[in-house]
């Protein structure tokens, strides 16, 4: 009996077993089950323990989500989602990074919270045309976008000299010279979007389930959950690419690249975040597009995910 309940990982039928084998006359006092209902104790509150911890971390994102999802709702505040996966089978996971379709990736962790100054972002500053980013972990809503730039990019002395950025090869990021930007997610009045594209979270609930797939996918829950999310999100990818084609053919037939906004950098952060045509496309960050001159896409992709 004691090797066949060895590892004890059937507790209920351990525990049993264990009872039934003492219950035995002359088995009272046997040593090796007695040992083994201590270890099944130890391993049972052990258990119990950990499930507290996470019943209790979880209560506590509930009511974080629950947080932004209000505060969202009270300023007009858009949140969107988009693909946790970029392909639907294993097949695809070879394919040439550059010619996929799209490059989503699971998201970090951060969310919007309060602060003695209120509310505070993740934000990404996305500068196109030399393919680089910079990113800030807390962003406050009355900050202007201005005087976040101006510690970024300083003003040159004397109209000269170079910037301290090392990959502005031409001295042309300086705040005076930059034009800010902000991609527009829309898809054009048709309520079945693109899978590159951001569909707009309907409710509270479809925000803690894109929340929760997120942490799991990037392993907090265990492998098991992980790939228990990545077959959901894969059917879930497949059947929004199912639909795409019935109704116009192709996933390659679809809405041209999405228009950019110019903002003023005298706005506050939270200006740009209740505009009407903005949706933030993870819950979480906003990302803005830095620019010399006119804003022109290129075909890089950019894909931050910031939870």
């Known amino acids: 009996m004691a090797k066949a309940y060895q590892n004890l990982q059937n507790w209920e039928e351990c525990g049993d077993a264990i009872e039934s084998g003492l219950n035995v006359v002359g088995e009272e006092n046997n ?5 083994l209902q201590k270890q ?22 509930v009511s974080r989500v629950k ?22 089978t294993d097949d695809e996971d070879g394919t040439d990074e550059e010619s996929r379709w799209h490059h989503h990736r699971p998201n970090t962790g951060n969310l919007p919270k309060t602060s003695s100054e209120g509310w505070v972002w993740p934000c990404m500053f996305i500068y196109p045309s030399h393919r680089q980013s910079d990113f800030v972990r807390d962003f406050g809503e009355s900050e202007m976008l ?15 000299g170079e910037t301290p950025v090392v990959w502005d090869h031409n001295n042309e990021f300086a705040c005076s010279k930059l034009a800010v930007y902000f991609e527009v997610h829309c898809s054009d009045g048709d309520s079945l979007v693109h899978p590159e594209y951001v569909d707009k ?8 389930r894109f929340y929760e797939a997120s942490r799991a996918l990037l392993g907090d829950e265990g492998a098991d959950m992980a790939n228990v999310v990545k077959a959901v999100e894969r059917k879930n990818l497949y059947l929004q690419r199912k639909a795409w084609k019935k109704k116009h053919g192709s996933l390659w037939s679809k809405p041209g690249p999405c228009p950019v906004v110019r903002i003023h950098p005298a706005i506050t952060l939270a200006e740009v975040l209740s505009d009407k045509r903005m949706i933030v496309p993870n819950v979480s960050a906003i990302s803005l597009l830095l620019g010399v001159g006119v804003c022109r896409r290129t075909h890089y992709s950019f894909s931050f995910f910031s939870f």
């Open 146 to 160: 201005a005087l976040r730039m101006a510690q970024m990019f300083p003003e040159l002395e004397d109209g000269g």
């Open 201 to 208: 979270l309907k409710d509270q609930g479809e925000a803690m």
């Open 31 to 35: 040593a090796d089950l007695k040992k």
């Open 67 to 88: 947080q932004v999802w209000m505060h969202c709702k009270e300023k007009k505040i858009q949140l969107g989602r988009v693909p946790l996966v970029a392909t639907v």
């Open 40 to 61: 099944l104790a130890a391993k049972v509150q052990r258990a119990r323990k950990l499930r507290q911890e996470r019943e209790r971390a979880r209560a506590e994102r």
